[in-house]
């Protein structure tokens, strides 16, 4: 494998590292998100009721 490969596979690896990291990151985003946007919209109530 010539330098060039290399240096096209070690890119290949950190994105695909990358992709999985942010697909990871945004599962748990969703789960907080869902506990948290309940809460949210309580608030939202109670401030257009005043």
Do not use: C, D, W
């Not at 590292?17 to 809460?39: D, I, P, V």
């Amino acid at each position: 494998m010539n330098p060039n490969q290399m240096m096209i596979f070690k890119a290949m690896v950190a994105q695909t590292a990358l992709r999985e990291e942010a697909q990871a990151s945004r599962q748990r985003a969703r789960r907080r998100g869902a506990r948290s946007t309940r809460k949210g919209h309580g608030l939202l109530g109670l401030l257009r009721r005043r």
